[in-house]
């Protein structure tokens, strides 16, 4: 299941969420005009490495934020901005654009750390702006639990949209990444299903829960 677009209307231009799309669809561009082993440099210098993030927390610290910009192929790209696409709008709309712009970062950086916690001496980095948007799942989750969501459903050799409530969608999302995450626990990996920071993905939902109020989510619409 794919969201395409929610219900509820924005009284503002989603300008962050727009830039923080533009900025992740640059930095990956610039990932594909790179050879194997410059990609490789880039991610080391970039990328979170729980190992050197261990090691040397003074320096790597700031490869919370830069981690967040880096992804590891379209689909990882391409999922990940259709959800900040469907979902950050309305966060934005709440919060205004420079609280939205901190909180992103904020359950990003948090959820990257999540993930650190599961492996501190791991080498496998850890990147995708999933974590953050995983925190602007759980604010959407509290803030409008009942939007409809409509939603690009797969059945077999079928295609069709249907229109869900984003507790159920959201849901969906939150069971998944618990199962997989308990089931790579279970399984001593450092990131379950192909390199999937399911870790992050809850840290950053759970972040985005508890973040969201003491950034404005829950203020008395004005109109």
Not at 174 to 195: E, P
Request: charged fraction near 10%.
């Amino acid at each position: 299941m794919f969201p395409l677009y929610d219900e509820n209307p924005t009284r503002i231009t989603p300008y962050i969420t727009y830039g923080l799309i533009g900025i992740n669809v640059l930095v990956f561009l610039h990932e594909l005009r790179l050879s194997e082993a410059q990609l490789d440099q880039f991610l080391q210098l970039y990328a979170v490495i729980p190992r050197q993030l261990t090691r040397f927390p003074d320096v790597e610290w700031v490869t919370l934020f830069t981690s967040q910009f880096l992804h590891g192929g379209w689909w990882h790209l391409g999922s990940n901005m259709l959800y900040l696409w469907v979902f950050g709008n309305n966060i934005e709309d709440r919060m205004g654009h420079f609280k939205y712009l901190i909180f992103y970062l904020s359950c990003g950086a948090l959820a990257a750390l999540c993930q650190w916690v599961i492996d501190i001496n791991g080498n496998i980095p850890s990147l995708g702006a999933s974590g953050a948007i995983a925190g602007i799942l759980g604010a959407y989750l509290i803030r409008f639990p009942q939007t409809q969501v409509v939603t690009l459903v797969f059945l077999f050799f079928f295609v069709t949209t249907i229109r869900l409530p984003a507790l159920v969608l959201i849901g969906l999302f939150v069971v998944n990444n618990v199962v997989s995450g308990l089931a790579s626990l279970q399984a001593g990996a450092n990131m379950g299903g192909g390199g999937v920071a399911y870790w992050a993905h809850i840290g950053g939902f759970v972040f985005g829960i508890i973040l969201g109020p003491i950034f404005g989510l829950l203020r008395q619409d004005e109109y």
